[in-house]
């Protein structure tokens, strides 16, 4: 059973930085893309960062490049996501999800979220 | 970028009636579109890929068509736990997806 498990999520100020982390399990971790999609409270689903398999290739939004840091240990079966100069349109749940195939494929599992609060 | 336009925002329909939603693309994408549905307080699940394949154990009355720029989901004889909010997303951009802004369908 393919199990995301996020972790790291919590209230940070503005400027602020924050990690989360992703534990994969229930599939061949290397052989797929990793992404982060966020979702700010009451509105809609928004993509942030994919890694590729063997984590050579990294991937962002405008909103966030220069900001997040998308990493993998393929060692650990663990995503992570480094957030710094965070703003409060940042708040939002984070989802770690995998694609279905591990290329040009959409999304089929999705963690059940960590929340982050950006605020002072 | 590619830009996902849902229409409309808010569907209302009767119970066991049938719902029609619609996603437009930017710029053609072919069969690469999926939909998903989300219950308040879960996670988004796959529902369609490839435009008109259903993901594994979702019912039949849910389908989808389309390709190039213009797509459909359809939910016939709607029940009571379809009345959330779907998304459709491209993935022929893949891994930069892009996601609609959302159908509210709600009960009439």
């Known amino acids: 059973e393919v199990q995301l498990l996020e972790t790291g999520g919590g209230l940070v100020q503005p400027g602020g930085s924050l990690r989360l982390s992703c534990a994969a399990s229930g599939f061949s971790f290397t052989k797929y893309s990793m992404s982060w999609v966020r979702q700010a409270p009451g509105k809609g689903l928004e993509w942030v960062s994919a890694i590729s398999g063997n984590g050579d290739d990294t991937y962002y939004a405008d909103s966030v490049k220069g900001r997040f840091t998308i990493s993998r240990d393929n060692s650990k079966n663990t995503v992570y996501l480094q957030m710094s100069g965070l703003r409060a349109e940042d708040t939002a749940t984070y989802y770690c999800?995998?694609?279905?195939?591990?290329?040009?494929?959409?999304?089929?599992?999705w963690g059940q979220g960590a929340l982050v609060t950006v605020s002072s | 970028e590619i830009v996902m336009t849902q229409s409309p925002a808010t569907l209302s329909v009767s119970p066991g009636e049938r719902a029609t939603l619609s996603c437009r693309a930017s710029q053609s994408i072919s069969v690469n579109l999926a939909w998903y549905q989300q219950k308040p307080g879960q996670a988004p699940r796959l529902l369609i890929y490839g435009a008109s394949t259903r993901a594994t154990d979702i019912p039949a009355r849910f389908s989808g068509s389309g390709s190039g720029t213009e797509f459909t989901l359809t939910i016939s004889s709607l029940q009571s736990e379809d009345f959330v909010v779907y998304y459709c997303?491209?993935?022929?951009?893949?891994?930069?997806?892009?996601f609609g802004q959302g159908t509210k369908l709600e009960s009439k």
């Open positions: 997303q491209q993935y022929d951009n893949w891994p930069l997806y892009t």
């Open positions: 999800t995998k694609d279905r195939t591990g290329y040009y494929a959409p999304i089929d599992y």
